[in-house]
């Protein structure tokens, strides 16, 4: 529905020190383009219905907003700001808040194979955000978004969550929003003595079952307004749109977990690169130190070698990373498709992407193989007084062995040949 607003709070204040938030939901809209957004709030006081996100303006605490809309034009939305006041400010609403966020980053989360999940730790004075961006079923899977050190904000507060829409409608759904207090390690387990009444248990209850009937009784009012949508079953199937774009998100959720594997691969290869480097470097100035004429030749040739090893290998990186680059734009060119129109489109993106992933595999695979090979390199001894791996009696002795078991076998075959023609 346009132009609606609406929050929703805590009855109660909390006085965590520390906290931590789970707040789970979905934002949908039939458009590219959504609006106004979603927040999550921590304030003083209990915010009214109001301008910012569906809550009141001049709040005391902080505001993490979830902007679908870009009002000013930057193409930076949809974003998550982190915004703090202490209630003498008034939210910037045509420049997204972007002179008054304390933090922020770029994140779609409208239209998502599954819900988003924002993850809001406030811990000795510092706020994190960590989002899941809905693309994979993992509960834990977030990333993270961004963080404020040295945080002030009110002993004492209210929890609430609020959306709005504006010009074009957006559904915004909370599923889930979890409250946990913190505490550090080895600290007292604060006293349940703040837990709800049971007399407050039972209102809340006879409230929740009270607005259970109300909403069957719309439902029952709705279908007797539209008896034309009774009895049909068409939303039970999957339409040819909705089984290409699961298609799609199953395919780019396929994506992003080998993206991220690629990445966690590339890391490792970056710090087994420098700490070979510094490695070598280390013996070949410890030997520099002590080496003298051809001696410190080979050094210089050996690092001389180890440079250009460590330049094709950066130069390989830079092209993997240049490689994963371009197939996150694609996957975020994939994102904004739909429908039967743009299946031929849908599928060469994904032939790209897929190309570009097989050169990424090929070349991380070479360059373990080459690390493998650098490891594993067996080392020569050292110049005199030790020339040989092998001494001259040991050389003898092995010979005398290897030469008593041949006259041993050739006694052995005689014999056995004699013996076998004696029975003809």
Not at 110 to 124: D, F, G, S
Not at 327 to 346: I, P
Request: overall charge negative; aromatic content about 10%; proline content about 4%.
């Amino acid at each position: 529905m346009r132009s609606q607003k609406g929050s929703v709070w805590t009855k109660n204040k909390v006085a965590f020190e520390n906290w931590e938030i789970e707040v789970t939901f979905r934002v949908t809209g039939r458009g590219r383009i959504g609006a106004d957004g979603l927040a999550v709030w921590y304030t003083e006081q209990q915010g009214l219905d109001g301008p910012v996100f569906g809550a009141a303006d001049y709040w005391n605490g902080i505001g993490i907003f979830f902007d679908s809309f870009d009002n000013d034009g930057k193409k930076n939305n949809p974003a998550v700001l982190l915004v703090g006041n202490n209630g003498k400010l008034s939210y910037d609403h045509q420049n997204d808040g972007s002179s008054q966020a304390l933090g922020s980053c770029l994140r779609d989360f409208r239209n998502k194979p599954y819900p988003i999940r924002a993850k809001v730790t406030y811990y000795q004075k510092t706020l994190t955000v960590m989002i899941n961006n809905g693309f994979t079923p993992d509960k834990e899977d977030y990333e993270f978004c961004a963080k404020v050190d040295n945080m002030i904000i009110p002993s004492e507060g209210y929890f609430g969550i609020s959306a709005a829409t504006g010009g074009l409608a957006d559904d915004h759904d909370v599923l889930s929003f979890l409250t946990f207090q913190l505490t550090e390690p080895g600290g007292e387990t604060p006293s349940p003595d703040t837990e709800i009444p049971e007399k407050d248990k039972e209102k809340y209850q006879e409230e929740f079952e009270h607005f259970q009937q109300e909403l069957d009784k719309k439902k029952e009012e709705f279908q007797k307004e539209h008896p034309e949508i009774q009895g049909e079953a068409t939303d039970i199937y999957e339409s040819v749109s909705e089984r290409e774009l699961r298609q799609i998100f199953e395919g780019q959720n396929r994506i992003h977990l080998e993206i991220k594997q690629l990445n966690r691969q590339l890391d490792m290869i970056l710090d087994e690169q420098r700490r070979y480097v510094s490695v070598v470097t280390d013996q070949i100035a410890g030997r520099g130190t002590n080496s003298h004429g051809q001696q410190g030749q080979i050094a210089n040739e050996e690092l001389d070698k180890v440079l250009k090893n460590q330049e094709k290998v950066s130069h390989q990186v830079n092209e993997m990373r240049s490689y994963i680059t371009d197939a996150l734009k694609q996957v975020g060119v994939v994102q904004h498709t739909g429908g039967a129109g743009a299946a031929y489109e849908t599928t060469q993106h994904f032939n790209d992407i897929k190309e570009h992933l097989h050169v990424v595999k090929r070349d991380i695979e070479h360059l373990v193989q080459r690390n493998v090979a650098l490891n594993e390199k067996p080392k020569c001894p050292e110049l005199p007084p030790f020339p040989s791996c092998l001494s001259t009696v040991h050389f003898f002795i092995f010979v005398a062995v290897q030469s008593i078991l041949f006259i041993a076998y050739i006694m052995y075959r005689s014999q056995q040949e004699a013996a076998a023609k004696k029975f003809f």
